[in-house]
């Protein structure tokens, strides 16, 4: 890679991000940062304490985190612990990460420790919050349990020492589930001393690093600035003057991202459907804070904002199911986990966001979706929402084609900020709320070169793969250079009952890859016009996990029909397997057709349901 092509991508990211990002890591350096000469004494126990409750109507409790066992990326594995050790990654006892030096000290990622987020996750105290549930519901025993748990988690985590210090977001999530658990356990107006040194001595570590969240341009500044809004407004309340600053600075960031990192179009500068979700939790979550303390309104630019990410995110999702196609980063990540809806669920998000900012429920019928309504005490408006229909977001590189029982969506290169996959032009279609073809999702942020390179890239997607190689060269872990702009794009459309859209591109080495939909009630036909190629070039189509066989051209399930047909000779068509992770650290196979051919010309699949 030229230093051109380099300067090109930096220049993609920001100068100003990047200088946030290099004056703080220069500061670490040379150990002149601030937030290296702050210091707090250990909060101690009780943080909440037994009270009398009114009932909840229709409340259900977590069932997570009950003894002998624990829910890590939204999945419950067996703990014999009666508590976790806060320094072991539980997927492998036997690596633990060391405990006593200075946050910065340690690195994100050690090959002694595997993915630091397996440490981190525990750390998040996502516990916290079913245990604050079930003893609101009665369970006092839970309260006793919650109590000696945070007690024992700022023993073997003084400030600021240790891994789980080094992340200010993950600082951040710790005081919105403090937060959370207040408003639960109705504490919220008169917390124990214990409990308010707690969010102090976190928004200290927080603020001194806010520039460099702020310039990485994505949920680290959201994260970090609604800590700051909520726990500075919570300790000025309470009589903490010194606190005004992080109020001030939490409220400025939550506008300035909303307005900077969320599109007209509802799109989020991640281009993920997990990372969307975070977003949308934390503002929701802001929201309600706000609303039930009674702080002065956010901007109407942030409103407008917040109402298109929510109505993005139901565009996104499936109602019958409340899944979604696995695009873009998925770190596992499920914020607020009010409801034992599974991970892959996003209606309790959806439903909380579009009550709170479009003032009208997404569903109708009562559901598991409900619960964070009832735990967060909202009022629920007897209007819905309007059904999903066909449409484009072209802002952040979206088509969204509908019919009958049929949904595809297609990914095309609008990057206004860095793109986390080499999913170009991939499509992801259902089928009464199954994911027939579908993305491979992410895996691991710390896994082996060939897993990282593998999940992230073009081969993990339903697209064609040029040369073997990714539709952008590697820059970094995390950063691709030479960002791919969209061509002969045309919106989404229906004429004579049939759906359409079209998008393209031409990659840094000539490569070009055209491809239009076209969406009718029983079928679906793709067509891939390629050129500019060297040797080779690979359609894949990711599966569905079932009993297909592949005779000639056709391949079928028994009740799908794919029919492949080329302007040019097909050099091979063949039905292999790939891996797809739709949870953090878990992967398994899927079969994936592919067709190769060796020059330029049409390929066209057609899906008969």
């Given at each position: ?100 030096k ?12 595997g ?16 245990m ?11 309260l006793?349990r ?25 600082a951040?999530?710790?005081?919105m ?10 504490q ?6 214990g409990?308010k ?7 200290k ?18 994260s ?45 500068s ?40 929510t ?26 986990p ?9 209606r ?32 629920t ?14 802002k952040g ?125 029983n ?21 569905i ?36 992770s ?28």
């Amino acid at each position: 890679m030229n230093i051109f092509q380099k300067f090109q991508t930096y220049l993609n990211l920001g100068i100003a991000n990047i200088l946030r990002v290099g004056i703080y890591r220069l500061g670490l350096k040379t150990k002149l940062h601030p937030v290296l000469k702050i210091r707090a004494e250990i909060a101690k126990s009780p943080f909440f304490t037994k009270q009398k409750y009114s009932s909840y109507k229709n409340a259900v409790a977590s069932s997570a985190w009950l003894k002998g066992e624990a829910k890590y990326f939204g999945k419950i594995i067996k703990s014999a612990a009666s508590i976790p050790n806060w320094h072991v990654n539980p997927f492998s006892p036997e690596l633990n990460i060391v405990s006593d030096k200075p946050w910065w000290e340690i690195s994100d990622f050690d090959n002694k420790v595997g993915d630091i987020k397996t440490i981190w996750e525990a750390s998040r105290f996502d516990w916290l919050i079913a245990m604050a549930q079930r003893a609101r519901l009665g369970d006092r025993s839970e309260l006793e349990r919650l109590n000696f748990w945070l007690q024992d988690w700022i023993n073997n985590n003084p400030p600021y020492l240790g891994a789980n210090w080094k992340c200010a977001q993950e600082a951040s999530i710790r005081v919105m589930h403090l937060a959370l658990a207040s408003m639960i356990l109705e504490q919220t107006s008169n917390p124990t001393s214990g409990l308010k040194d707690l969010i102090h001595l976190h928004l200290k570590r927080i603020a001194p690093t806010t520039d460099y969240a702020i310039g990485q341009a994505n949920n680290h500044g959201i994260s970090e600035a609604g800590a700051l809004f909520i726990g500075g407004s919570w300790l000025i309340m309470l009589g903490d003057k010194t606190a005004k600053n992080w109020e001030k600075m939490g409220r400025y960031w939550l506008e300035n991202r909303a307005n900077n990192l969320i599109e007209i179009d509802g799109t989020f500068s991640q281009y993920s459907v997990t990372y969307h979700r975070m977003m949308l939790d934390i503002y929701a979550f802001c929201e309600v804070w706000r609303r039930k303390q009674k702080l002065a309104t956010f901007s109407q630019a942030t409103y407008f904002k917040l109402t298109k990410a929510t109505e993005w995110l139901v565009q996104m999702c499936d109602e019958k199911t409340g899944d979604t196609p696995n695009i873009g980063a998925n770190d596992g990540a499920n914020l607020f986990p009010l409801s034992d809806s599974d991970y892959r669920d996003f209606r309790p998000s959806i439903q909380l966001a579009s009550v709170v900012f479009l003032n009208r429920k997404a569903y109708h019928k009562l559901g598991l979706w409900d619960q964070p309504l009832i735990w967060l005490n909202i009022a629920t408006p007897k209007e819905t929402i309007d059904l999903p229909n066909s449409t484009s977001m072209d802002k952040g590189g979206f088509h969204i084609l509908r019919k009958g029982k049929v949904v595809v969506y297609m990914r095309y290169p609008r990057f206004r900020f860095r793109p986390s996959q080499a999913d170009a032009l991939h499509c992801d279609i259902w089928l009464n709320g199954e994911n027939i073809a579908r993305d491979a999702g992410t895996y691991s942020y710390n896994a082996s070169e060939k897993d990282i390179a593998y999940f992230s890239g073009t081969k993990a997607h339903n697209t064609v793969e040029f040369d073997g190689r990714d539709q952008m060269p590697r820059l970094g872990r995390f950063l691709f250079a030479d960002w791919l702009k969209a061509k002969n794009v045309e919106l989404v459309s229906e004429q004579d009952g049939i759906v359409s859209a079209k998008a393209g591109y031409r990659d840094n080495l000539g490569a070009s890859h055209n491809r239009s939909l076209r969406l009718g009630e029983n079928k679906f036909i793709c067509v891939d016009e390629i050129a500019g190629f060297k040797s080779k070039a690979i359609l894949r189509w990711r599966l569905i996990p079932g009993e297909w066989k592949l005779n000639g051209n056709e391949l079928s399930d028994g009740k799908i029909l794919i029919k492949i047909s080329a302007s040019i000779p097909i050099i091979r068509i063949a039905l292999t397997t790939g891996e797809e992770s739709r949870y953090y650290l878990q992967k398994n196979q899927i079969p994936v057709l592919e067709v190769e051919v060796n020059q330029a010309g049409i390929l066209t699949t057609e899906f008969n349901f």
